[in-house]
């Protein structure tokens, strides 16, 4: 098993930064990619951005540059640099993981933490 470690989150004013990290710790063959992704009350899970395991990273349009993601393979663990934040950023952040092991991938994701914008 995988077990995701969060931390990083809180409330922030508009147009100021947080951190987030999610370490991966466990049964850990091979990481094929990691990301962020959110969740506002009242709507779907989104895509906040991904890193690839050769290092390619995709971002969620509404994130317009503001956020970048980054990894260390050495501690498997991602981070989101977020600045420029927005009171529509306000949401619980989710650290998901997608692992490869004998040809398959596994996804497991963290328990979540709050990001709340607000003056």
Do not use: H
Request: aromatic share 8%; glycine share 12%.
């Amino acid at each position: 098993q995988v077990q995701l470690v969060e931390s990083g989150g809180g409330l922030v004013q508009p147009g100021g930064s947080l951190r987030l990290s999610c370490r991966a710790s466990g049964r850990i063959v091979s990481i094929n990619a990691m990301g962020w992704y959110r969740q506002a009350p009242g709507k779907q899970r989104e895509l906040v951005a991904r890193i690839i395991r050769d290092g390619s990273t995709n971002y969620a349009d509404s994130i317009e540059g503001r956020f970048t993601i980054s990894g260390d393979t050495a501690k498997n663990t991602v981070y989101l640099q977020m600045n420029s934040l927005k009171p529509e950023d306000t949401a619980v952040y989710y650290c998901l993981v997608q692992t490869l092991e004998a040809g398959y991938l596994n996804s497991y994701w963290g328990q979540g933490t709050q990001v709340t914008v607000s003056s």
